[in-house]
């Protein structure tokens, strides 16, 4: 699976937009780009993954580029409660029960810090 | 929906011991579960992946002898740390995927986690 860089941290206004870039210049293309983020002492949550389109959901939005090397992860409207590790990763996405191809392999992350 | 459950929470075992980590998918059936582990300030390190009725999987580095993994059910995986040192001391999450109606293969849902402390 590509390899993927992003920001160790961020600050981010509570109400403002959080944007969390990331790089995956190495990206094939059957990669898809996931994002999970890690409240402190908690279990990963899925946040949102896409492929080449830019996707929306209720938790946030995604944008990759053309070239797809890279993509931001759009939080509209940030709150406390977004503080968190946002982990940014990309891996081959198969429809089929087989587990090899479809591991997580986290990286650093950015921790995003929202402050009052 | 897709929720996953993880038991104890929280353990706290002597030195030398073996302990045991439940994993529940509680609304859907798990045909793949993963086993992390994860040291303060660190990232998640993926340990296993292990398919219903099947052996897991160890990444390179992890011992299959020290955390023994079984995936015996669609609904229930377990990790068993043997002979617990100070060392094993990590926050332990799981993860599952699998099918339910209305849900992707290939999201991964990941458990509250486990924090082992060996004494």
């Known amino acids: 699976d590509a390899k993927t860089t992003q920001p160790p941290s961020m600050d981010c206004a509570e109400g403002r937009a959080a944007n969390l870039p990331c790089n995956h210049s190495?990206?094939?293309?059957?990669?898809?780009v996931y994002w999970y983020r890690q409240i402190h002492s908690q279990g990963p949550q899925y946040i949102i993954h896409g492929l080449k389109n830019n996707e929306t959901n209720e938790m946030a939005s995604l944008i990759i580029t053309e070239d797809r090397k890279s993509s931001t992860l759009i939080l509209p409207h940030a709150t406390l409660r977004d503080t968190a590790v946002y982990y940014c990763i990309v891996r081959v996405s198969l429809l089929s029960f087989s587990g090899g191809y479809n591991k997580l392999i986290f990286g650093a992350g950015t921790r995003l810090a929202v402050h009052p | 929906g897709a929720v996953v459950s993880q038991h104890p929470s929280r353990v706290i075992c002597k030195s030398g011991t073996s302990v045991k980590i439940e994993c529940r998918s509680l609304?859907?059936?798990?045909?793949?579960m993963f086993w992390y582990r994860q040291f303060p300030k660190q990232s998640l390190m993926l340990m296993a992946t292990s398919n219903e009725g099947s052996k897991a999987t160890y990444e390179q580095g992890v011992e299959k002898d020290k955390f023994l993994i079984n995936h015996a059910s669609l609904t229930l995986s377990t990790l068993t740390v043997t002979s617990a040192h100070p060392e094993d001391s990590s926050f332990y999450i799981c993860?599952?995927?699998?099918?339910?109606?209305?849900?992707?293969?290939?999201?991964?849902?990941f458990g509250p986690g486990t924090r082992l402390t060996v004494l």
């Open positions: 609304d859907f059936q798990a045909t793949t």
């Open positions: 190495t990206i094939s293309g059957n990669e898809y």
């Open positions: 993860s599952a995927r699998g099918v339910t109606s209305g849900m992707s293969y290939n999201e991964q849902f």
